[in-house]
């Protein structure tokens, strides 16, 4: 049987007693987590590899860069961000990732963890093995090709981040985003906690963390948004599309 077992700085999915199952199709974030197109039956054995961790504390590591590559998890609870070190011994943060949300799809080429990835607060995820996933990818098309999308996906938003633009659009890009993920799991689209810090956001962005203060001040001010510590407010959503070069219809 499979369960969660825990070393210093990485949760692995593996054989021994005491397994904490999941069932996939009672969870508030089925739709999210589950691979489309499943069979009722296909739900049935794909709930039989998946498994939930304990509370993972604020800093605490699910792996870290350089780690074996062998497990994936979705994100039940929390938030955490990815991280690299860079050549000059500076965090990048890579991105940061909410309930429903894959992890560890990074290190399916090389087998190993190419970011570290760390709570941002109390969290959980549910996971299965590498090996589980893959022996199920070859009964199940559907869970392959979720893979396959997952991964597209990625790619598309690390394309657009990278793209040349303003720090205005940037942040106003990166709120609609969180607007977004957040709606889609049921909460609300315009208030919610900023689980990262703006110093991490600006790393994220690419931007310093005095110009993150001063654009959300901005913001504020033109009546965009309300902010307060780590609540945010969305008072004018048309206006954030604007601001983040979208055609507002």
Not at 137 to 162: G, T
């Amino acid at each position: 049987m499979e369960s969660v077992v825990r070393s210093d700085n990485v949760y692995e999915f593996s054989s021994a007693p005491g397994r904490s199952q999941v069932a996939c199709s009672r969870c508030t974030l089925g739709e999210l987590c589950l691979p489309r197109g499943l069979s009722p039956d296909e739900v049935q054995r794909f709930e039989q590899i998946v498994h939930r961790s304990r509370p993972i504390q604020p800093g605490e590591h699910l792996f870290r860069a350089g780690d074996e590559f062998r497990s994936i998890a979705s994100v039940r609870t929390g938030c955490f961000k990815s991280y690299i070190i860079d050549h000059e011994g500076q965090e990048q943060v890579l991105g940061f990732h909410l309930p429903g949300e894959i992890i560890g799809l990074d290190a399916i080429h090389s087998l190993r963890h190419s970011a570290s990835v760390v709570a941002l607060d109390t969290s959980a995820v549910c996971g299965m093995t590498f090996d589980s996933m893959s022996a199920m990818s070859r009964q199940m098309p559907e869970l392959q090709s979720e893979l396959f999308r997952l991964m597209s996906q990625r790619i598309s938003e690390l394309e657009l981040s990278a793209g040349d633009l303003s720090a205005d659009e940037r942040i106003a890009m990166f709120l609609l985003s969180l607007s977004e993920r957040f709606a889609s799991r049921g909460y609300s689209a315009t208030e919610f906690i900023l689980a990262m810090s703006r110093r991490d956001i600006a790393s994220y962005l690419r931007l310093a963390t005095e110009t993150v203060s001063r654009v959300f001040a901005r913001f504020q001010k033109s009546g965009v948004l309300r902010v307060e510590r780590k609540e945010v407010r969305i008072r004018n959503l048309p206006v954030l599309k604007e601001l983040a070069g979208q055609n507002v219809q």
